[in-house]
């Protein structure tokens, strides 16, 4: 009698693809004062954690990297809204 040959299926470990949702890394900034103002034009190019990772930086330097981030790098950001995204970052992302 032939015996094996037909063996897979039954005992074969199946492969379950797990699902689990996590943010595309860190992908959102954390509460603070005009957060959304911050969402809108800091996500578009790089992460949020391109700025998290960043050292407490005094409120002139953010000023520079906004500045930056619009010169250098073109995001099309306002006048008005630099100047809330850097109250933000002064706000949450400075030394006290
Ligand atoms: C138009 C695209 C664009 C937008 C919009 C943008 N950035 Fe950037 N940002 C870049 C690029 C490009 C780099 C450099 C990436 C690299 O070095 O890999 C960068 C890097 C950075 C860095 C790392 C330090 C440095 O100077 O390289 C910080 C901090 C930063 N961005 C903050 C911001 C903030 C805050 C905003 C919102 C005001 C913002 N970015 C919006 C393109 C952008």
Redesign the pocket.
């Given at each position: 009698m032939m015996m094996g040959g037909a063996a897979w299926g039954a005992s074969a470990p199946v492969f379950k693809p797990q699902s689990i949702e996590l943010p595309a890394d860190a992908a959102t900034f954390p509460e603070g004062p005009n957060l959304k103002v911050?969402t809108q034009?800091?996500l578009?190019?790089?992460s949020a954690d391109?700025?998290l990772d960043?050292p407490l930086l005094p409120r002139a330097t953010w000023a520079a990297?906004?500045t930056?981030?619009r010169n250098v790098?073109?995001?099309p950001?306002s006048d008005a809204d630099?100047a809330l995204?850097v109250d933000y970052?002064a706000a949450t992302h400075s030394p006290p």
């Open positions: 911050v034009n800091c578009a190019c790089h391109m700025v960043q990297e906004v930056k981030m790098y073109k995001a950001i630099a995204i970052l």
